[in-house]
């Protein structure tokens, strides 16, 4: 395994806080990263275009700060997902600000770019690239990706089919560098599990939806706090590309979670329309994404206090006696 030099005594835990649409903002960014785990957001969640620049400055000037009166436990540092699909018209104009504030990590997604690789090491930034099978993570490190997210079956968002320990191990057969396993990471006996199989980090998003910080209406919190695994329907109809969804959110919706017809992808549509707003389906803001790990979600607290949880229970994780 290999732990880039990033992230080396600046992690509590060896999480990433994978970057959620909407949710993710610079409240919980900075959270995350002052309780030791990476904090991510996607550069899309800032609008206007604008928006990212004051959010890069406040997360870079107040980690900063935090990290003049902690010298001796600095904070986790932060990473900013980009679309890379060619709908994305803001990819430039994003890529752009990412330099400016030389920021630390960039998660890559829909689209493999030896271009921005390229930009990212040049001022000193490490790229790491989701994908959920072998032909793209080869395809990620052969255009100049420095790490790999492994999107298994389970995991919230734009999720995968392949099983963690197979994905992990099948990677590990060609790739020595640093690994994140995504699918259904919700407590910290599954992040020392994603160690054990060979990981470097478990990548974690649905247990923070369910944090004061989170940009996420009440109502989402409560239900990923009340759901459990069988709650999840994996459909492509919202997106385009598959994903797992709240049933319950489906159904008020007005929908039927078991008949759901299947979308073009060839339609998909991650960037912005003419008029500057997020291209989506009419129903995206009712229709709520997570993996299924929130079984182990069982309130809504701040995330530093659910991080401590994690780390309790990463130190406590042992095998037990055969």
Not at 39 to 53: I, Q, V, W, Y
Not at 54 to 62: C, D, K, S, V
Not at 75 to 82: C, D, E, K, M, R
Not at 113 to 129: C, K, M, P, T
Request: hydrophobic fraction near 45%; include cysteine.
């Amino acid at each position: 395994m290999s732990m880039p030099a990033l992230f080396k005594g600046r992690l509590s835990i060896p999480v990433i806080g994978s970057p959620l649409f909407i949710i993710s903002v610079p409240d919980l960014v900075i959270a995350q990263c002052k309780a030791g785990v990476v904090g991510s957001f996607p550069s899309l969640n800032a609008r206007p275009p604008e928006l990212l620049d004051e959010w890069l400055a406040r997360i870079t000037e107040e980690l900063a700060a935090y990290d003049r009166a902690h010298p001796d436990k600095p904070s986790a540092p932060f990473a900013v997902n980009q679309i890379v699909h060619k709908s994305n018209n803001r990819l430039d104009h994003d890529m752009q600000l990412c330099a400016k504030y030389k920021v630390p990590m960039i998660i890559s997604s829909l689209g493999a770019r030896e271009e921005l690789n390229q930009a990212v090491h040049g001022w000193g930034g490490i790229v790491f690239h989701d994908v959920i099978n072998q032909k793209f993570a080869h395809k990620a490190i052969e255009k100049g990706a420095d790490g790999l997210i492994l999107v298994a079956a389970g995991a919230g968002g734009h999720a995968g089919t392949i099983s963690p320990l197979a994905f992990v191990a099948e990677t590990r057969k060609w790739f020595d560098g640093p690994i994140a396993l995504s699918g259904a990471i919700g407590n910290g006996r599954a992040i020392r599990a994603a160690r054990i199989l060979g990981a470097d980090f478990a990548y974690i998003g649905s247990a923070f939806i369910a944090t004061k910080e989170a940009n996420a209406v009440e109502n989402y919190k409560e239900m990923i706090a009340g759901s459990t695994a069988d709650d999840i329907v994996y459909s492509n109809l919202f997106t385009g590309v598959h994903g797992n969804y709240l049933k319950p959110s489906i159904l008020a919706a007005g929908m039927d979670p078991e008949n759901l017809p299947t979308s073009d992808p060839s339609k998909m549509n991650f960037g912005t329309d003419a008029s500057g707003e997020r291209a989506k389906p009419k129903a995206w803001k009712e229709i709520w994404g997570s993996g299924q790990g929130i079984g182990s979600v069982d309130g809504i607290i701040p995330a530093a206090d659910l991080i401590a949880r994690f780390k309790k229970e990463y130190d406590e994780a042992i095998d037990p006696p055969l």
